[in-house]
């Protein structure tokens, strides 16, 4: 062979010792709406999102997917986007960095979109007041059927005694008394004849008479005119009750207001957040590099969706990583190696089984094998 023909791998690349660092993929994270929201076909939902990336490869560009409820758009702040169709939405934000890698894990939202005149499965049993005000309860105040009603012919009144303290009127009892991590989107319709108060309605939640939660809704200032309305509300806990209340703040003792064609609808099962398992990780391995004694945990659990099974091994050896339904059946293997290293471990839990089959909605268990030896735990799936 000739001289001219060689040549030498090391004259022709140059690395610097191990090896350019790895692009590391960008954050996108959707700040508005903060939970899943829900809204009537020709309402529109604020849309922002923010992005980060590790490395700076900046700028970054962003892709709203809005699941073809609306055009995507590549805004990072679309703001008001307008559903025209009644459905169920996933909507995702992704983040790409100027290197062109993409967040792994988008961001989402469910956007439950429902026909014009409401949704159709309101869960209130009196809704209208057609006939009486049973399911309903004054605070501070008196409830009582009175004629005219922004749907059927009558509607609540609701009466606070001589004071200008707050006031109103609750479902009794709950409609939901025990939550299942599905959201909510509630509805009123509201008026005054006189002492136009600030009206809203406040969602409250509570865990073991404990409030865990609290939101209101937009206010309107009390007018003759029916206004209505509205707001989603996803608990922040399971096995919550939740307190659906229209409250007055008055501007004149004993001031009364009316109160109409309630709505109390589920909104579409929204998945756990691309966001919440990163913050779920990152809290993990944190508590783990300080040395806390961790055993294993599912995050978010209950898993709708997908969520995380994590855990930490402080030996190398077999791993073996099982699900099993309360019967004892396993259902799915989630790991089986023969040799992994110690450390830090996360395994994907999406409501499968083996070979795809989805699973029901109810208790499992999972069951981790390590050289440290048994580890076990269970977990809720809800669909
Ligand atoms: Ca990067
Ligand atoms: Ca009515």
Avoid at 309 to 318: C, Q, Y
Wanted: hydrophobic share 40%.
């Amino acid at each position: 062979m000739a001289a001219a023909e060689s040549f030498n791998l090391d004259d022709a690349f140059v690395c610097p010792p191990g090896g350019p660092p790895p692009d590391q993929a960008p954050n996108g994270v959707i700040s508005a709406p903060g939970a899943a929201v829900g809204i009537t076909a020709g309402q529109s939902v604020n849309f922002t999102g923010a992005g980060t990336d590790p490395d700076n490869h900046l700028p970054l560009t962003y892709l709203w997917d809005f699941g073809g409820g609306a055009t995507n758009t590549t805004q990072q702040n679309p703001g008001d986007v307008m559903f025209a169709n009644p459905g169920t939405y996933t909507v995702t934000f992704t983040a790409t960095d100027a290197l062109g890698l993409a967040d792994p894990t988008p961001d989402s939202r469910i956007i439950t979109v429902y026909a014009a005149g409401g949704c159709p499965a309101s869960l209130l049993p009196n809704p209208s007041f057609e006939t009486d005000v049973t399911g309903w309860k004054g605070i501070g105040a008196t409830i009582a059927r009175v004629a005219g009603g922004s749907s059927g012919s009558f509607s609540c009144r609701v009466t606070s005694p001589a004071s200008t303290s707050a006031f109103y009127v609750e479902d009794s009892p709950r409609t939901v008394g025990s939550t299942t991590g599905v959201g909510y989107h509630f509805g009123a319709s509201v008026r005054s004849d006189a002492a136009h108060g600030v009206c809203r309605i406040r969602i409250m939640e509570y865990l073991n008479n404990t409030k865990v939660g609290e939101l209101d809704s937009p206010v309107v200032t009390l007018s003759p005119s029916w206004q209505r309305l509205e707001v989603s509300y996803t608990p922040v806990q399971t096995g919550s009750a939740l307190y659906f209340t229209v409250k007055d703040n008055p501007v004149v003792a004993a001031e009364a207001f009316d109160v109409d064609d309630c709505s109390y609808c589920p909104l579409a099962r929204s998945t756990a957040s691309a966001a919440q398992v990163k913050a779920a990780s990152a809290e993990m391995e944190e508590a783990v590099a300080f040395g806390a004694r961790i055993r294993s945990l599912v995050a978010p659990n209950p898993v709708v969706g997908a969520s995380l099974l994590k855990f930490s091994t402080l030996r190398s050896g077999p791993l073996h990583v099982a699900i099993f339904d309360v019967s004892g059946r396993r259902v799915r293997a989630l790991a089986d190696d023969s040799q992994s290293p110690a450390g830090f471990h996360a395994l994907l839990l999406d409501e499968r089984g083996d070979h795809g089959a989805r699973l029901d909605s109810g208790v499992y268990f999972y069951r981790i094998r390590s050289a440290d030896g048994l580890e076990q735990g269970r977990f809720l799936i809800m669909h």
